[in-house]
Structure formats: C-alpha cells, structure tokens
C-alpha cells in the first residue's frame, strides 16, 4: 500500500499568469516584481520584449503621450494565404495586443522636451513591418520635421511583412527617404534597438540614428546565422549578433539599461537640442533658429546655415563643416 505524505509534491508546473521562467538563468520570476522592473529580471538583467504600450508608459513623462493616426490598418492586398489566411492573423494580433498594427506613433514629452515617437510591438505578428508601419514611421519623422522636434524610434521587428511581398520591401526605400529628410533638416533622430530588431528594418531606418541606442543582449542583425555565414564564406565570430559586439565595433553608440532608458534620452535630447536663448534676437529679425548638431551642442557652437555663415555669437565651425581650400 502507497504512504500518502501529509503534504503536496512540489509541483514543476506554475500558472503562467502569476510566474514567467528566465531563459536567461531559469529563474521562476513573480510577474508582479517582475512588472516593477520593467520586465528586467533582476537575477541576471534578461531583458524581456515588452509592449509598445508598456515601453511608452516608462519611457516619456506620465500621461503626455498623444498617439496619431491610430485608424489605421492594414489590409490584404494579396489575398494572401500560407498556414491561415492573412486577415485571420491580422485579427489574431490586433485581439492579442489591442492594436491595429505593429507600430505606435505620435508626440510625448521626456523630461519636458517634445518629441516625435514611433515604438513598434513584437508582439503583433513579430513586429513586422507592412505598409502601415513604414506610413507610420515616415509619419512620424515627417512631423518631427515640421515640427522641429527630435524624431525617437524604438524598433523590436523580426523585418519586412511577407503578407505583403513587394509592398513591404518598398517600406525600406520610403522610411529611408524621410530619415534622410530629417538629417538634411538638422532634426536630431535618436534610434533604440531592442530585442529583436532584425531584417528590412535594421537594413533600414534602425541603424541610422545621429545616435543609436540598444537595450543589454539585444539580437541585432539582417539575417540568420547560416545566411550570413553561407554570404561571406566564413565562420561567424560567437555572439556577432548581440548588442554588445556591434557596441564594440563602433555600430552601437550606447548599450543602456532599460531602467535608464529615460534618463540616457533625456540628457541626449538636451546635447541635441539648442536651449532657448533669452531676448532671441534671431526670432525678432525673422531668421529661423537651427537645432545644434550633436558636435556643436557639445562644444558649445552653432551649426552654420545653408550659406555657410555661423549662427550665433561664435564663428567657430564644427568637425567636417569647414570649407576647403
């Protein structure tokens, strides 16, 4: 006859509302802690992919962000189909994340300063990118242009949509566009990568901020290991893909904590961005007032004009504006 012990068996199995397992050190984390670390484990620093909406919440002051052009949707131009139909996956997603899709836009404040921000959301169909995110994106940096605000994205994509075949390939060219658009108008763009950011959005609009951000371990990279490998005919370096290797090749700028995400753009922004400047004699005589570059702000210059003049007191030129000859 079976003894029977007065107590329960330890059980292997944990509600998944209440526990969620590190990949990291196989840790049983309490979802509740877990939330107050911003989903950080604080065992080993696993960062763990997090909602646009989430990402938001911490990143910009409370209650300042204004989402714009929510309605839109993506729709199924292809008619397309592989193990379900396309419409099916877009209402599986947009159930699952409340969103229409992959990508939130719209202007916030961090620390006071205003600022154009797109966040993109893993979790609807691994972030990839169709045509509403690349209009959302290209949106986004169009008003940070017209506004004259820096332009922030936070990227978290496995790449182009393949729902969509050519329409989300064109998304690299038209995002590319406008992010050169904000560059040739001195608008600062400060780009975070996040876990994963990968495919048609690093190729794109991801690795070419004035300063590229990543969140610790974060898996950076165009294409998978054996591509890669099979492409350049040679074995591939261990852990060529994470944050922290292209951090010490010089293509990261900045590997930051999620804690201190918004701390690290918040004294970004204020390199980048030219204080106000009392009894603005510019605005009175009807000039338009250009943000510092990123050089400048730091040595305390101006950025010259179209014509090659100095704004400001100084006739001092930054690295790589100075005239030939």
């Not at 604080?42 to 919440?57: L, M, T, Y």
């Not at 038209?174 to 495919?199: L, N």
């Not at 852990?239 to 918040?266: M, P, T």
Request: hydrophobic content about 40%; charged content about 20%.
């Amino acid at each position: 006859m079976p003894v029977r012990l007065p107590f329960r068996p330890r059980r292997d199995a944990y509600p998944s509302d209440l526990w969620t397992k590190c990949p990291g050190c196989a840790e049983m984390l309490f979802n509740k802690q877990l939330d107050k670390t911003y989903r950080v484990c604080p065992h080993c620093s696993h960062h763990f992919r997090i909602s646009a909406k989430a990402r938001i919440e911490f990143l910009v002051d409370q209650g300042s962000f204004k989402e714009r052009d929510s309605n839109l949707a993506p729709v199924d131009v292809l008619n397309f189909v592989d193990l379900k139909a396309y419409p099916d996956r877009l209402v599986a997603a947009q159930l699952a994340t409340g969103l229409r899709d992959a990508a939130v836009w719209g202007f916030a404040t961090i620390d006071g300063r205003r600022v154009s921000l797109c966040v993109m959301d893993f979790g609807f169909i691994g972030g990839s990118m169709g045509a509403v995110v690349g209009e959302k994106v290209a949106r986004a940096g169009e008003a940070a242009v017209a506004e004259r605000v820096p332009l922030i994205i936070v990227s978290s994509s496995g790449g182009a949509r393949m729902q969509e075949g050519t329409y989300s390939l064109m998304q690299l060219v038209k995002t590319m566009s406008v992010v050169e658009r904000v560059k040739a108008a001195r608008v600062p763009y400060i780009s975070v990568m996040t876990d994963p950011t990968t495919g048609g959005v690093f190729a794109s609009f991801a690795v070419v901020g004035d300063v590229n951000i990543a969140e610790p371990n974060a898996l950076i990279r165009f294409a998978g290991d054996r591509v890669s490998a099979g492409t350049i005919g040679e074995e591939l370096p261990p852990g060529y893909q994470r944050a922290e290797f292209w951090y010490s090749h010089g293509f990261v700028d900045r590997i930051v904590a999620r804690a201190k995400l918004h701390e690290e753009i918040s004294t970004l922004l204020g390199f980048l961005i030219a204080p106000p400047l009392a009894g603005a004699t510019e605005q009175a005589s009807g000039q338009t007032s250009w943000p510092r570059s990123f050089l400048s702000a730091l040595t305390g210059t101006r950025t010259a004009d179209s014509n090659g003049e100095s704004r400001g007191s100084q006739t001092a030129q930054p690295r790589g504006e100075a005239q030939n000859g």
